[in-house]
Each structure stands twice: as structure tokens, then as C-alpha cells.
């Protein structure tokens, strides 16, 4: 089992979100506060798990990280919608067209 197989992915359970019958995501107690929450938007598998391999074991003031990771502006918006104070993203510019990235952020200003 290489680095990737536990990529943080909002179909899987073991990040703390379960997807409802709607397909939305909720989220459980397996985010402690303590963590700060990283999220990795990129559709390059690799970056993922140079990613996770690089700051898995990684505290910042103590607190360790955890690590979300979303392969798509989609999934990503899924995460932030979900999951309350995420710290960090780190965002791919181009994924799905030369500028999904920037569009991405343009969504998360208006939003916010």
C-alpha cells in the first residue's frame, strides 16, 4: 500500500466525512480541533502523495496537520462547504482547463 492509498478523499469514511443519501457531505469528530486542516487541490496524484509524505508528520505551534485532499475545484468546494476552518489550501492553478485554479479562488472570495 504506497502513500496514495490513504489520500483523504471525500468518498472515502476514514477523513471523517460520510456522504449522505444526497450525496452532500457531513462531517464527524474525526477532525479534533487541535489539527490544522490542509487542504490539497490538485488532479496530479503525485502532488498528493509527495504531499502527504512531506507533511504528514509535520506540527506547526504543536498541532499536527491534517491533510484533505480533493482532485477538482468540485471536490474542493465539497470540502470547504463541510469542514470548518480549514487553515491552508494548497491550490493547483491548472487542473481540469488552464485556469480551474483561478476560478476557484474568484468562487471562494465571492463566498466569502
Given at each position: 500500500m504506497g502513500v496514495g492509498d490513504n489520500r483523504?478523499?471525500?468518498d472515502t469514511t476514514s477523513d471523517g466525512l460520510t456522504?449522505?443519501?444526497?450525496g452532500a457531505f457531513e462531517e464527524s469528530s474525526l477532525f479534533p480541533e487541535n489539527n490544522?486542516?490542509?487542504?490539497v487541490v490538485d488532479d496530479?496524484?503525485?502532488?498528493h502523495e509527495a504531499t502527504e509524505f512531506t507533511l504528514s508528520s509535520v506540527k506547526i505551534l504543536g498541532r499536527p496537520l491534517k491533510l484533505l485532499h480533493a482532485v477538482s475545484a468540485d471536490e474542493a468546494?465539497?470540502?470547504?462547504q463541510v469542514v470548518p476552518n480549514v487553515a491552508v489550501i494548497l491550490l493547483d492553478v491548472v487542473m481540469?482547463?488552464?485556469d480551474t485554479g483561478l476560478r476557484?479562488?474568484?468562487?471562494?472570495?465571492?463566498?466569502?
Open positions: 483523504e478523499t471525500p456522504t449522505s443519501s444526497k490544522w486542516k490542509v487542504l496530479d496524484v503525485d502532488v468546494l465539497n470540502y470547504l481540469e482547463s488552464p476557484l479562488v474568484r468562487e471562494l472570495r465571492a463566498r466569502l
